[in-house]
């Protein structure tokens, strides 16, 4: 295959104080690959939000950030030193921060410590839609809450994409699962994954609707713990001050308060959160201790931003992949769009983060 030395990608300009930019871009590829990097050829890139803020904090400001950073592809070509893989391998991964390239160009260089074997059967544009949530997932629920089998696990949202894969990913190892519903379709929704009569492995003990009234779901929790509460639970955000819902939007009107999630945590429980500036009042700090409960942050970045967990970060990643293949982890289908769609796809993300996109190349 001749591979052309300068490509098109999809990169974001971002301005103080304004709405991000999303622009193509050329890109040129090196003569020579350095010892540890893998030149791939995409075959689908999974679009992400960008978190800004979190480059301006590691001090990875640029003019230009590269767009689409979860990749499937064949390895075309390998550096000098690449144990990992050869040439034809079909591979799977996440760019880490500081790469130069998109995900959307159609050749791209990345260290081989990045990526990992894509099973066979498992589709590309699947495996590159479904990556980060299924990290996101793994990290929350075993490098975090150390989920094991008879814990109880609350996942707010279940019917996103992340919860999804938090709520498959729990029943895979025997926990039990209580989530909540934001809509009337993601209701009907989560309800099938709920037990019929003879199965012995549900995926979902309860679902509580939110979408009416957020106020259900301390007493919803405590009806089904028998009163004990939750050992884990997994959130999608939070409510930090009562009354924040009249200037929120309809979305984050949905999300529960952090004192309705402290209070369902069972003792010894463990809350991890994805909201980046949660604020802990005295009060709250003091019903935590009581509880001897523990908050952790889910950044699923760390992975990529740090070297000092790589092998365990490659062992996580084959996991999940062989998970998808397997068919324990079933995330829901994503229709692919066209490159030529992708900044409209991404401007779309970035606004909504919770909507999922993938472009096939």
């Not at 350095?34 to 689908?44: G, I, T």
């Not at 989560?190 to 979408?211: F, H, N, T």
């Not at 935590?288 to 523990?294: C, D, G, I, P, V």
């Not at 990643?317 to 030529?340: C, F, H, T, W």
Request: with cysteine; charged share 20%; hydrophobic share 40%.
């Amino acid at each position: 295959m001749k591979i052309c030395s300068v490509m098109k990608g999809l990169y974001c300009r971002a301005v103080s104080d304004a709405e991000p930019k999303f622009v193509i871009q050329e890109m040129t590829l090196p003569d020579v690959l350095s010892s540890h990097q893998v030149r791939v050829q995409v075959k689908a890139c999974g679009l992400s939000p960008l978190d800004l803020k979190l480059f301006r904090d590691v001090g990875m400001q640029r003019d230009l950030i590269p767009v689409g950073r979860e990749v499937a592809g064949v390895v075309l070509q390998v550096g000098p030193k690449v144990t990992f893989f050869q040439p034809e391998d079909e591979v799977v991964g996440i760019l880490p921060l500081d790469s130069s390239f998109s995900g959307l160009c159609e050749v791209i260089d990345t260290d081989e410590y990045y990526l990992v074997q894509k099973p066979e059967k498992l589709s590309s544009v699947c495996v590159a839609a479904a990556l980060r949530d299924g990290l996101c997932a793994y990290t929350a629920l075993h490098t975090h809450a150390r989920m094991a089998a008879g814990h109880t696990l609350l996942v707010t949202d279940g019917a996103s994409s992340f919860g999804l894969m938090c709520i498959q990913l729990a029943c895979y190892h025997g926990a039990k699962v209580l989530t909540t519903s934001h809509s009337p379709q993601n209701h009907t929704f989560l309800e099938q994954l709920r037990p019929s009569v003879g199965v012995q492995d549900p995926l979902v003990a309860r679902v509580i609707p939110v979408y009416n009234s957020s106020s259900e779901l301390l007493s919803a929790v405590m009806e089904e713990t028998g009163g004990l509460g939750v050992d884990i639970v997994v959130d999608s955000g939070v409510h930090l001050h009562e009354g924040e819902e009249e200037v929120e939007s309809e979305e984050k009107k949905l999300l529960p308060h952090k004192h309705d999630i402290i209070s369902v945590l069972g003792v010894g429980g463990h809350w991890v959160t994805s909201h980046q500036d949660l604020q802990l009042d005295p009060p709250d700090c003091r019903l935590l201790y009581l509880k001897s409960a523990s908050v952790s942050f889910l950044n699923p970045e760390v992975w990529t931003a740090s070297s000092s967990q790589q092998g365990r970060y490659l062992h996580i990643l084959k996991d999940i992949v062989e998970k998808m293949s397997s068919g324990v982890l079933r995330p829901q289908p994503e229709e692919a769009v066209p490159l030529y769609e992708a900044t409209v796809a991404m401007e779309t993300v970035q606004r909504h983060p919770k909507t999922k996109a993938v472009v096939q190349l």
